[in-house]
């Protein structure tokens, strides 16, 4: 569903309030950052003190615009290697924690999030593939994700996943495969794969290390068939340096996550590699998916929809259709 059109208001108050809302203008309340940190909200299940958010992350991440990086992508689909883009949008909106959805008109009871939608494009022969992952993290850094939902589009049909964070982990999925069918299920809360993306944009020092039990991304999931449950992985954070590298390795799944970013605020995603099984059966071999940065705006995407706006996609190397 498009993003609608932001509504326009009168005053220069209103308008102030709403620039830090994302696709669907709507005011941020509480406090300087946007939002709350949500500590009361009846799906909290933070173990800390909400983070403050430093001077620097408020400028940068509550100036009214999202981040939008591409990446060229090599995806690893059926035992071969596709060509594709990848794109990582980041932008802070208010969630309503009851709802689990964007809050249109927020109040002492939102809590503030930075969400990240993930998505490829490739193709595998005839037929293409997209792939979209919605990531809803609180910036207050204290607690796991939100929400998650990811879907798969190809011409054989089209899955969805979704994870919502209340008591425990609520999972919804959806597939046109029978044995995958209609799923509802509950996990205990452990790491997530996906938070993690969000997570090290914040604060890449809290990110867990050592060895836990980690929910792999949707994504992978649903690529590969696997139960929707955590698995044993050893999480590691390279040294302080110009770039980083977060690594995931999942023993037990025979792959390894690594992903690259930017030392210095604002820990700008420069690329990922996913080396696990690719194919069918015995036959599956382990080849490595790898995405590499191509470009990064800083826009508010959502008011740029008229055809006169196409040329943004050649900044960022993308196709326009």
């Given at each position: 569903m498009p993003c609608p059109r932001p509504q326009k208001y009168t005053t220069g108050l209103l308008v102030l309030l709403l620039?830090?809302?994302?696709?669907?203008?709507?005011?941020?309340?509480?406090?300087s950052a946007g939002g709350t940190d949500g500590g009361t909200s009846p799906s909290a299940d933070a173990t800390a003190p909400p983070?403050?958010?430093t001077e620097d992350f408020k400028s940068y991440w509550y100036a009214g615009e999202a981040e939008i990086s591409s990446y060229s992508l090599s995806q690893a689909r059926y035992g071969e290697l596709r060509e594709g883009d990848a794109a990582l949008v980041y932008v802070t909106e208010p969630f309503n924690p009851g709802k689990q959805v964007k809050a249109d008109r927020p109040d002492s009871t939102s809590v503030s999030v930075l969400k990240l939608n993930r998505t490829r494009k490739f193709l595998t022969g005839i037929y293409p593939y997209s792939i979209m992952s919605s990531i809803f993290y609180p910036v207050s850094d204290n607690r796991h994700a939100l929400k998650i939902s990811t879907s798969v589009q190809e011409w054989c049909g089209h899955v969805y996943a979704q994870l919502n964070n209340r008591e425990d982990f609520e999972i919804t999925a959806h597939s046109y495969f029978e044995s995958e069918g209609e799923q509802e299920l509950h996990l205990p809360k452990n790491v997530l794969e996906d938070e993690l993306w969000t997570r090290l944009r914040i604060a890449p020092e809290t990110l867990p290390q050592g060895n836990h039990d980690v929910v792999p991304s949707m994504e992978f999931l649903r690529l590969r068939h696997q139960p929707f449950q955590a698995y044993p992985a050893t999480l590691t954070l390279s040294e302080p340096a110009k770039v980083r590298t977060y690594t995931i390795t999942y023993p037990g799944l025979n792959r390894t996550l690594q992903i690259h970013f930017d030392g210095d605020f604002p820990h700008t995603?420069?690329?990922?590699?996913?080396?696990?099984?690719?194919?069918?059966?015995?036959?599956?071999?382990?080849?490595?998916?790898?995405?590499?940065?191509?470009?990064?705006?800083?826009?508010?995407?959502?008011?740029?929809?008229?055809?006169?706006?196409?040329?943004?996609?050649?900044?960022?190397?993308?196709?326009?259709?």
């Open positions: 620039l830090a809302s994302g696709c669907k203008q709507g005011a941020e309340t509480a406090d983070r403050p958010l995603i420069q690329g990922w590699t996913d080396s696990y099984p690719s194919g069918f059966g015995a036959d599956a071999q382990v080849l490595t998916t790898t995405a590499q940065l191509k470009n990064t705006l800083k826009t508010p995407y959502w008011r740029q929809n008229s055809n006169s706006d196409l040329h943004l996609r050649d900044s960022l190397g993308l196709s326009k259709r």
